[in-house]
């Protein structure tokens, strides 16, 4: 059974910095970040491949995020900086197992999710 966990996600002041964690059972082609802030739609936050030689920001956090990878640690970071209260919410992990040209944004495109960790920035 795959498994996707999450962790990393607190409370912080604007302007401070969080790095969130996933950890995946397996080694998938696609891993992914997506948010879900209350009373708003998932929203792709960002990704990358396994080789990655692809990486997709969505605009809302380009420059302020990076994510990363290390495949021997079936692991994908996302190191949050500058961080404003619009970037609260519940922060999802995806990981795909199907191979893409570009890096996908849409939900459907990732086969598996973590259980999702609360990211609060207070103003």
């Known amino acids: 059974q795959v498994q996707l966990v999450e962790s990393g996600g607190g409370l912080v002041q604007t302007g401070g910095s969080l790095r969130l964690s996933c950890v995946a059972s397996g080694d998938f082609l696609m891993m992914g970040w997506f948010r879900q802030a209350p009373v708003k739609e998932l929203e792709f936050v960002a990704g990358?491949?396994?080789?990655?030689?692809?990486?997709q920001y969505s605009d809302a956090v380009k420059g302020r995020f990076t994510i990363s990878r290390d495949n021997a640690k079936n692991t994908v970071y996302l190191q949050m900086n500058s961080l404003k209260p619009e970037d609260t919410a519940v922060y999802y992990c995806g990981a795909g197992a199907r191979y893409w040209n570009s890096i996908p944004a849409t939900r459907e495109s990732y086969d598996y999710w973590g259980q999702g960790t609360q990211v609060t920035v207070s103003s």
């Open positions: 990358i491949s396994r080789s990655r030689l692809k990486i």
